[in-house]
T-cell receptor, first 113, second 113 residues
Framework: GQNIDQPTEMTATEGAIVQINCTYQ??????LFWYQQHAGEAPTFLSY????GLEEKGRFSSFLSRSKGYSYLLLKELQMKDSASYLC??????????????FGSGTRLLVRP | DTEVTQTPKHLVMGMTNKKSLKCEQH?????MYWYKQKAKKPPELMFV???????INESVPSRFSPECPNSSLLNLHLHALQPEDSALYLC????????????FGPGTRLTVT
């Protein structure tokens, strides 16, 4: 089956660093994505990992370990506008070669002054 | 133009009504998606169109009927919906079904009374 787990909520302080973890189990893994979603808005793409290791993009970094079924999103120099839900999503490739994006439940991050 | 547009933004309909949701993109993308998102839950994939052909139907009830009249447009026809179908309906597109990034529209917030 498919399962994606991430913490429900996290709180951090402005200027700090926060790490949001994601563990997954899927049969046809074909990449892991992180999306940001502000309340009432559409998800926006943050990062993509398909090989093991760290991908850095400004204040945001994402790490993947395929053998452990584990990823994290690292947010540095937190700003108030970073308060949002962060969705871990796995791209799964089914037997007929169709790709599907399966989302975790999301982590609501609250950044406090 | 890197935008996916959706109309209407809000829709209230009765259980006997027939309505349609519309999605449009002019990025030349050949894959388009419908997701359903309930409050505080992640987006759930409903349908995928690739090159204007339906490639994935996630066992969605027949009261939801997708249509892709051309490569830029995606419709979702609604008929005889139930109150539990109330949700945010998100459209997304990507260059191809295997492409890394999906671009999401702002969504249509649907209320079924």
């Amino acid at each position: 089956g498919q399962n994606i787990d991430q913490p429900t909520e996290m709180t951090a302080t402005e200027g700090a660093i926060v790490q949001i973890n994601c563990t997954y189990q899927t049969s046809g893994f074909n990449g892991l994505f992180w999306y940001q979603q502000h309340a009432g808005e559409a998800p926006t793409f943050l990062s993509y990992n398909v090989l093991d290791g760290l991908e850095e993009k400004g204040r945001f970094s994402s790490f993947l370990s395929r053998s452990k079924g584990y990823s994290y999103l690292l947010l540095k120099e937190l700003q108030m506008k970073d308060s949002a839900s962060y969705l871990c999503a796995v791209r799964d490739r089914s037997g007929d070669s169709s790709y599907k994006l399966i989302f975790g439940s999301g982590t609501r991050l609250l950044v406090r002054p | 133009d890197t935008e996916v547009t959706q109309t209407p933004k809000h829709l209230v309909m009765g259980m006997t009504n027939k309505k349609s949701l519309k999605c449009e993109q002019h990025m030349g993308h050949r894959a388009m998606y419908w997701y359903k998102q309930k409050a505080k839950k992640p987006p759930e994939l409903m349908f995928v169109y690739s090159y204007e052909k339906l490639s994935i139907n996630e066992s969605v009830p027949s009261r939801f009927s997708p249509e892709c009249p051309n490569s830029s447009l995606l419709n979702l026809h609604l008929h005889a919906l139930q109150p539990e179908d109330s949700a945010l309906y998100l459209c997304a597109s990507s260059p191809g079904q295997g492409a890394v990034e999906q671009y999401f529209g702002p969504g249509t917030r649907l209320t079924v009374t």
